[in-house]
């Protein structure tokens, strides 16, 4: 979770400001004053200690982080500066370079005074809100609205600040208008969800206070080393996929949005293949029923909504990530998430090429599991995915399988040994991956199970969304060229974290404490070269609508850099060499050209990254209409030409089944066209 991230668990964007007088930083009566408590102090000398004796890094406290550290806060509370006039801020920067001496002394007054102020403005500023909702809206006024902020400068006045408001609520009001709701249900919806948000702002208390600044300390160092504390710790955690049904998510609270912190593996989210991390969920129904509004709703009314019988269904409205133009929907069957439904699972899918049916595997692996406790306590049998896929690739060899497939698409990590075990199945003895720790010492761990146990050919799908453990063995399997990397370019997550419990360093502390998770180690390939930022290219690249600039690793202004070690010694096989490589690619660009689903792929890869780069958003009801309907008949047209191309699904597959799934799944089957390509 990066400093990005974490202002959306409880900052809602876009929160109005008062102009700055000598009376600005009374606080009103009805708002409960927050103050530090006694076991903050204790967490900011374990948060200290722990970062310089142990972080990667390995930072001194300055002044130099200091400033850094400033502005990071002031980001976390209002990175849309839509709450601070620049003369707040330049009130505030007299204590730019003294934070890090508060810290040496586990003071964080200055902290709380910030946020007070902030607490202040935010609240006033509802009832201007309030007039705009009554006042009502013209949506045939030819106007919009700016999308980016990034070069937003700190507002002058609380004029300008109060038309930034006017076009904010009239596109809330728009986008209301367009799913159906009249007049009267805009002005109700809006109205309640701003009552909303005053109730929440109200129930702010010390922990979020401090909370917000220790990350901004700690994501001074990169972005995966947070300070979480007690309760943010229990709702980050929240999880939909042990005991409870629901869609399998993690969700955090923003004040605003209920925001999708990590989709679990196996669920019916991840199955869905439609939501990922960071969107915002804004509305819930409840099988064919209306939707009911979720912004500004707190976290546990939201997950009550979503959470449900095992088959029944819920329908989501979600905004992905930053972008608030598009309402997206989602329809999800409720399940109940269990260790059978993370694991690896195998089926066999046969491809026509030429005059041959080539028999492929498809081996799909949610994440990097392990039974840690059965392996500590001797368990034999013990659950593992390099276990559970040594067996089905025995299944598969006795059904004749030509090729296997390993699709590591939204696999986001999990069990280091696992990415080194799997590798094993497939490579002789030798190196998998290496990791530097941050006294500078270098780890070489190693594959040492003798021999391989599957031999034939090999192709690994992935995408931007496969990082860190997917990362190690895509890398691995591509440095010994024993196999095919298809898909997209991965999230580049080449660093190893660690959790610190703060109530363990004081047992007998009455009161919960928070804890702190701290980048220790980083990986590197058998080659050398570092997977952070950069992830791993495919032999076969794949168009992608996420540019690294906005998803992955490299989009994080304070992530690790990348760099390169030494290489270890390996003995890449003759399974895969530039001949085969290119001739994939060659038949890879000319299936651009000529696939249906791929072209029509390519369109909406191409309006996702439209929409991403798009500056402004129309406030005209007919313009945005036209764009709507324009959408709609757009996707009606791909519908039909896809389904009009069935005739070339029965071609090269058997089974309806198998049509069906190819046509709804275009990069599985152009992975599987190049499979069957690498086997012949």
Known sequence: MNLKELKKLLIVGWLGLLAFSSQAYVLKDSVTVLQPEQKHSMEIGLTMDILSRYHYLKIDMNDSLSAVIFDNYLSALDDNKAYFTKSDVDYFSKYKYRLDDDLKERNVDVAFQIFRIFRERAETRITYIQTLIDGGFDFSKEESIELSNDELPWAMSEAEINERWRKIIKSQALNLKLSGKDDDGIKETLTKRYQRYQKGINQYNSDDVFQFFMNAVAETYDPHTNYFSPISSENFNINMNLSLEGIGARLTQSMDYTVINEVIAGGPAFKSKQLHKDDKIIGVAQGDEEYVDVIGWRLQDVVQLIRGPKGSVVRLQYLKGDDEAIVNEVKIIREKINLEDESAKAEMIPISKGNKVYNLGVITIPNFYMNFEDARNGVPDYRSVSRDVQKLIADLQTKNVDGIMIDLRYNGGGALPEAINLTGLFIDKGPVVQVKHSNGEIDVQKNT????????????????????????????????????????????????????????????????????????????????????????????????????????????????????????????????????????????????????????????????????????????????????????????????????????????????????????????????????????
Do not use: C
Not at 480 to 499: A, N
Not at 619 to 644: A, G, H, P, V, Y
């Open 449 to 680: 199970n003798g021999g391989v146990f599957y031999d034939g050919p090999l192709a690994v799908l992935v995408n931007r969304f496969s990082a860190s453990a997917s990362e190690i063995f895509s890398a691995a399997i591509q440095d010994y060229h024993r196999g095919v990397i298809i898909g997209e370019t991965t999230f580049g997550k080449g660093t190893v974290q660690q959790m610190a419990g703060f109530n363990r360093y004081y047992p007998n502390y009455p009161e919960k404490m928070g804890n702190l998770k701290f980048t220790l180690s980083k990986y590197y390939r058998v080659s050398g070269s570092s997977t952070q930022n950069i992830g791993v290219t495919p032999d076969v690249e794949f168009p992608s609508a996420f540019d690294a600039s906005e998803f992955g690793e490299s989009s994080r202004p304070n992530s690790l850099k990348w760099d390169q070690i030494i290489s270890s010694y390996y003995k890449p096989t003759n399974n895969v060499n530039k001949d085969i490589v290119g001739h994939l690619n060659t038949l890879f660009q000319n299936d651009l050209k000529t696939d249906v689903d791929l072209k029509n792929l390519q369109k909406d890869i191409a309006k996702m990254k439209a929409n991403q780069d798009r500056k402004e958003l129309s406030l005209n009801l007919e313009e945005r209409k036209q764009e709507q309907d324009k959408d709609t008949e757009e996707s009606d047209k791909q519908k039909k030409l896809s389904e009009s191309a069935g005739r070339i699904y029965q071609e090269y597959t058997t089974t309806e089944e198998d049509q069906e799934k190819l046509r709804e799944d275009p990069y599985l089957k152009e992975g599987l066209r190049l499979l069957a390509e690498l086997v012949k």
